[in-house]
């Protein structure tokens, strides 16, 4: 069962966005993930993320050109579980404001990494958050145009219906 | 036991050949259109995705504005937190495992970046030798980075385009191979198909002579044959007309006249006739005459419109023991409700 904590600041979001407003960017909090549906916001604790990752394997990370340990979370789970079920369409906000927008992800292989060789990894590793394939098949790692759908530093994700 | 003789099949042979050459010419297109030209398209296409823009160009440009912000406010905390954001995103995009591994620039600046994230976090005093160390160095080994990936990407793009010239060149090479083998295909198909309809109308040429009699061009015995036993039935009259003292008319004038007599007889007879009767020659100087008859009277007035016709000709015999002209004997006859 998963352990994750979560806390709606729906009464708090305008005070959350005046601050967000006036703060600078490395006074936002890293050790959040925002959640949006249409007026929903929901703000997940990365450190709770961290606890709920329960998926752990060991692949050739390709933007490492070596084998890494990986934890995480199955990335569909998470989503039927805040979203209801799996949107058509994530529009994602990067720490490194990088925005895209990508279907698709009604498959168990997308892992939300929380960890990389048993550590939390940080903006400094592309973190807090990155989205990876578990199995990226018979794509060749050399060549990092097979991999641009991965996610990294992600700050935000909203559902597109 | 021998096999029987079926010409279509050679002919659906070559068709079969023809055809299968335009289709395999209309898959080829067809998968050039579906799968390889958006290949391509994805290949150039990287714009907006992850690596659209290169890694090392987005990190400098976090470096450079680092910079900017120390250099503008060096003592200001809010200024070195901004800037020890950038360089955070600065770092995280640098670190590349292909960039550690092909540029060993890569190593010592991310160490330097990492020395100067330290001072900005625990506090320490920022000078300008440490901005020249831990952040141009950098850029300088980014910018290295930059320039020798788009020089790497010029010469796969090349490569890319070489390759797919020649396979463009491969592919229409194939196409016209399979597009001459078609046509040639189609060739054989249609020159069998003439070859056949040739044979055909020479069979049928030949089947026409083997039933008309050359000298006079009606047609012969086995013309009336056929024409009896293909005929719907009902009432047929036949008349059969006989030149009497031909061998004499031969042996006094020779066989050339006598053959011109022929084809003057069945001239009268045909003119006596009309359209509606078909000549025959049985043989020698015997002719027949087949036409629909409906009574007796019918056959008995053509019977003698035709001996009068003959008697007017008064075509002229000089060997002949009874007479100046040449005589007939002519008789008719019914043939009623005949079947096949």
């Known amino acids: ?161 | 036991m021998v096999k029987p003789h079926r010409p279509w099949r050679r002919h659906v042979h070559w068709l079969s050949l023809s055809l299968m050459s335009f289709v395999a010419l209309m898959l080829l297109i067809a998968y050039q259109t579906r799968w390889v030209y958006p290949e391509i398209h994805a290949y150039f296409s990287q714009s907006g995705n992850l690596t659209g823009q290169q890694l090392a160009t987005r990190a400098r440009g976090y470096l450079q504005e680092g910079l900017d912000q120390l250099l503008s406010s060096p003592d200001d905390q809010e200024t070195r937190q901004r800037a020890y954001f950038q360089m955070t995103l600065a770092y995280s995009l640098f670190d590349i495992g292909l960039y550690r591994r092909e540029y060993d620039c890569t190593g010592p600046s991310l160490a330097a970046m990492g020395e100067l994230m330290d001072r900005l976090d625990n506090g320490s005093t920022v000078e300008a030798y440490h901005l020249r160390e831990s952040l141009l160095e950098p850029m300088r080994c980014l910018t290295q980075i930059e320039m020798h990936q788009l020089d790497r990407r010029s010469e796969v793009t090349a490569e890319f385009v070489e390759q797919t010239r020649r396979h463009q060149g491969q592919v229409l090479a194939g196409s016209l191979v399979i597009f001459v083998l078609g046509l040639g295909f189609w060739s054989m198909h249609e020159m069998q198909r003439r070859r056949a309809a040739r044979s055909a109308r020479e069979s049928l040429e030949w089947m026409t002579r083997a039933l008309r009699d050359p000298l006079t061009g009606v047609g012969n015995r086995s013309a009336m044959q056929d024409d009896v036993r293909t005929s719907r039935g009902g009432s047929l009259g036949l008349l059969l007309v006989d030149i009497d003292y031909f061998k004499q008319y031969n042996d006094s004038l020779g066989h050339p006249d006598g053959d011109r007599l022929l084809r003057r007889l069945v001239q009268l007879i045909e003119r006596a006739l009309g359209n509606e009767a078909s000549l025959y020659r049985m043989g020698g100087d015997e002719f027949a005459a087949l036409f629909e008859c409906r009574s007796d009277k019918a056959l008995g007035d053509i019977c003698r419109h035709l001996v009068e016709a003959l008697r007017d000709a008064a075509l002229p015999h000089p060997a002949h023991p009874h007479s100046d002209s040449v005589t007939f004997s002519v008789g008719g006859g019914e043939i009623q409700g005949w079947v096949r």
């Open chain 1, 1 to 161: 069962m998963s352990r994750m904590v979560f806390s709606c600041r729906l009464s708090a979001l305008g005070l959350l966005s005046a601050a967000l407003l006036v703060a600078s960017p490395v006074a936002a909090d890293t050790d959040e993930l925002i959640l949006l549906d249409g007026d929903r916001e929901v703000v997940l604790s990365l450190e709770a993320l961290r606890e709920q990752a329960d998926v752990e394997f060991r692949f050739y990370e390709p933007y490492l050109t070596e084998e890494a340990d990986i934890r995480g979370l199955v990335f569909r789970d998470l989503l039927q579980e805040h979203f209801g079920e799996v949107p058509e369409q994530l529009h994602f906000e990067a720490w490194d404001d990088y925005e895209v927008t990508l279907g698709g992800w009604d498959d168990p292989n997308w892992i939300l990494v929380t960890h990389q060789n048993g550590e939390p990894i940080s903006l400094r590793n592309r973190g807090p958050l990155r989205l990876v394939e578990r199995d990226y098949g018979n794509r060749d790692p050399a060549n990092l145009r097979n991999f641009n759908d991965w996610v990294w530093m992600i700050r935000s994700i909203e559902a597109v219906w």
